[in-house]
Nanobody, 120 residues
Framework: QVQLVESGGGLVQAGGSLRLSCAAS????????MGWFRQAPGKEREFVAA??????YYADSVKGRFTISRDGVKNTIYLQMNSLKSEDTARYYC???????????????WGQGTQVTVSS
């Protein structure tokens, strides 16, 4: 009965910032890996960032601009997005899995997403 709920999306001008949140509920233990993906219209879903207890991973396109953080007690992750560009416009999804991070791995749980639109 796990649920992931994203929040914090919205409309922002290029160069601005947004902070996304994802709260997990329905379980007492924290996930091994939690992360963020995004999908723009007409494009495939794209990996953005992931956080385990020991490591952090970022897509090259957001490295240096986005920061992922995790609150294990609350089973919540955040995505601080700075210096936003028009190409960052997409629906952002929170995801989680009980195994460690692995490129291309399948995530077990997904949220409904939150829209981020960057105007230029």
């Amino acid at each position: 009965q796990v649920q992931l709920v994203e929040s914090g999306g919205g409309l922002v001008q290029a160069g601005g910032s947004l902070r996304l949140s994802c709260a997990a509920s329905g379980r007492t233990l924290s996930f091994n890996t939690m992360g963020w993906f995004r999908q723009a219209p007409g494009k495939e879903r794209e990996f953005v960032a992931a956080r385990t207890w020991n490591s952090i991973y970022y897509a090259d396109s957001v490295k240096g601009r986005f920061t992922i953080s995790r609150d294990g007690v609350k089973n919540t992750i955040y995505l601080q997005m700075n210096s936003l560009k028009s190409e960052d416009t997409a629906r952002y999804y929170c995801a989680a899995r009980d195994a460690g991070y692995s490129e291309g791995a399948i995530y077990d749980y997904w949220g409904q997403g939150t829209q981020v639109t960057v105007s230029s």
